[in-house]
């Protein structure tokens, strides 16, 4: 497995088996054609595509990580820990996930009764359209619901005035703790990585506490250079990073084509003297 730091690794994105619109082979193609050489999938709560995602990867003589990002909940909010190498038969890992993913279900009733208290008739139907499952239904699947029916122009407006939290149609919901989500990921012989930390609505002083208890539970790495980062906040996490010890880590979050950010792969390279999370994968 490619170990060099400057090596174009995308370890952050999401297939149909969770609220992407790719399957995982056809998302190890696109990597591939994009140049990506460590690749990981890294579904929201599920971890059905790994085994098809590593074929199709080694096949195009791509590196594979098996991952996860884990839905856990800090100081009343949710945030995503992924999980990276981890393996993906373990039976603690996915009895957890299973867990979270009843939770899910429940919640997808609620979100759809809401919208249809706002007048969108038909939304629960309408998110399972582009759902897997039932038990892996997210707010993602809502905002395509509201986009598809003409009620939002883009994915993000949907979160913007209904799914985001504090908005009419979110519904907040107890996940993993920090210390379950991070003591699955170590027991399937994995490393814990803190999932974009830019995107949490948290003040200076929570944000010192959030790092620090995520170290002391031993979280290795944090997301630097992400899709849902903004360039200047490659910087803020870079120094993050630097200073509580964490590995960095790099991923599109890539989700489909034209409703993504950034495509898979074509991030810019991790800032000056971090040590990726990938340093020691040989």
């Known amino acids: 497995m490619a ?15 969770s609220d992407g619109l790719l399957g995982p082979a056809d998302l190890a193609r696109r990597a591939h054609a994009n140049g ?19 074929r199709s990867a080694e096949s195009l003589g791509m590196s594979f990580v098996s991952g996860v ?22 039976a603690e890992l996915n009895a957890g996930l299973a867990g979270i993913r ?17 007048g969108f008739k038909g939304a629960y139907e309408g998110a399972m ?10 707010r993602t699947h809502f905002a395509r619901f509201l986009v598809e029916s003409g009620h939002c122009t883009h994915i993000q407006q949907a979160f913007d005035r209904y799914l985001g939290d504090g908005k009419p149609a979110n519904v907040r919901i107890d996940w993993a703790s920090l210390r379950q989500a991070v003591r699955w990921i170590h027991a399937a012989g994995g490393r814990a990585v803190l ?15 959030l790092f620090s208890e995520f170290k002391d539970l031993g979280g290795e790495g944090i997301e630097v250079v992400t899709g849902s980062h903004r360039p200047e906040q490659y910087r803020e996490y870079a120094d993050v990073a630097r200073r ?25 390279p991790l800032p000056d003297r971090l040590v990726p999370i990938w340093h020691d994968w040989v």
């Open 3 to 17: 170990s060099e730091p400057g090596i174009n690794a995308d370890l952050h994105c999401h297939s149909l088996v």
């Open 36 to 54: 990506v050489v460590l690749w990981a999938l890294t579904d929201h709560d599920e971890l059905a595509g790994v085994h098809e995602a590593r």
């Open 69 to 90: 990002e884990i839905s856990a909940t800090w100081a009343n909010r949710t945030i995503h820990v992924v999980g990276l190498r981890v393996d993906p038969d373990n």
């Open 102 to 118: 009843a939770d899910r279900l429940s919640r997808g009733r609620v979100m759809a009764d809401r919208l249809e208290a706002l």
């Open 129 to 138: 359209r582009h759902a897997e499952s039932p038990s892996l239904l997210a």
């Open 195 to 209: 999932a974009h930390p830019g995107r949490y609505a948290y003040t200076a002083m929570q944000f010192d506490a």
């Open 244 to 268: 509580f010890g964490f590995l960095a880590s790099r991923g599109s979050d890539f989700h489909a084509p034209g409703e993504s950010r950034i495509d898979l792969g074509k991030l810019p």
